[in-house]
């Protein structure tokens, strides 16, 4: 071939420069990233799972539960509210600047929005509308304060009060992001549903615990045996078509038991720098939400 050398070199540099994008950027990003802090309380973040949720992250992975679940919670944006938080002495004032700030508002819903402060009066606008505001309420003698709200549709189901970050799956190998959801996002859902209890019913027969799941159940993991004296303490609490026959008690086995111990530990419940909660501007808690969307369907919660 009388370009045997270009074909040669072109195909090296094709592959190096495949490396470099899928292997080494990716380990400059996150190889090397260790422990980090909680905000404010400054308490390290991630610690590694219990020795049982680490056998369970292990079952988790053998069955498959990654094709139908993620564990990435997505942030779409940041918005901004206005919250009034004292009304001052100025009333007339206070009622001009909240009319000012929103044109639409007469001056008896004005005088009622005056009552039983503090109370959001702008939700999700942008950081100019809410510093405008912020300024035109606290130039009347108001006190009125911002605060930065994450939104996204995952956040906004309850799926979780920030968006997921590398550090929250520094000590899992290997990482199970997840590519499907035809059941919900389970980055937090040990928070949503802290009850191993439960979590083992809605492994045996996931229909006992969620109406019109389509999860499949696990009975493998689980053991159906012959009630001896009072009965095992780990059998599950069954009733209707699942339990079974009388003289009967289902217990679950160490897999089981692990794999539930890992469904708990799955909590990203801890504020980061790169992924705060959603927090007031001068770093006090956020304003509760208000509009939670339901769950998707799938099983979990």
């Known amino acids: 071939m009388r370009h045997g050398a270009l074909v040669y070199l072109g195909a090296f540099f094709a592959l190096a420069l495949s490396w470099t994008g899928f292997v080494l950027t990716p380990q400059m990003q996150v190889g090397q990233m260790v422990a980090t802090n909680t905000v404010p309380a400054g308490a390290r973040y991630p610690v590694a799972r219990p020795g049982l949720a680490q056998q369970g992250l292990q079952v988790y992975r053998a069955n498959g539960c990654a094709y139908c679940h993620s564990q990435q919670v997505w942030q779409q944006g940041t918005v901004f509210d206005v919250m009034l938080t004292d009304g001052g002495t100025n009333q007339p004032g206070v009622v001009a600047a909240l009319q000012a700030v929103m044109p639409r508002l007469s001056r008896p819903e004005a005088l009622q929005l005056l009552e039983g402060l503090p109370k959001p009066v702008l939700r999700g606008v942008s950081r100019e509308e809410a510093e405008s505001a912020v300024k035109k309420l606290t130039t009347s003698g108001a006190k009125a304060t911002l605060w930065i709200e994450a939104v996204g549709p995952d956040l906004a189901r309850g799926w979780g009060k920030r968006r997921s970050v590398p550090e929250d799956f520094l000590y899992d190998y290997p990482v199970l992001l997840g590519a499907q959801r035809v059941g919900p996002d389970l980055a937090d859902v040990g928070v949503r ?35 001896v004296g009072a009965g095992s303490a780990d059998a599950l609490a069954l009733s209707g078509d699942h339990a079974p026959e009388v003289g009967y008690e289902v217990v679950p086995k160490p897999e089981a038991k692990a794999l539930a111990a890992y469904l708990v530990s799955l909590r990203a419940d801890a504020p980061l720098f790169t992924a705060p909660f959603s927090v007031g501007a001068s770093g006090g808690p956020a304003a509760p939400a208000t509009n939670a969307a339901p769950t998707a369907g799938g099983g979990v919660p």
């Open 193 to 227: 549903q802290p009850d191993v209890g439960w979590h083992l019913r809605h492994l045996y027969a996931p229909a006992s615990v969620v109406t019109g799941s389509v999860m499949p159940g696990y009975p493998y993991l689980f053991e159906k045996r012959r009630v």
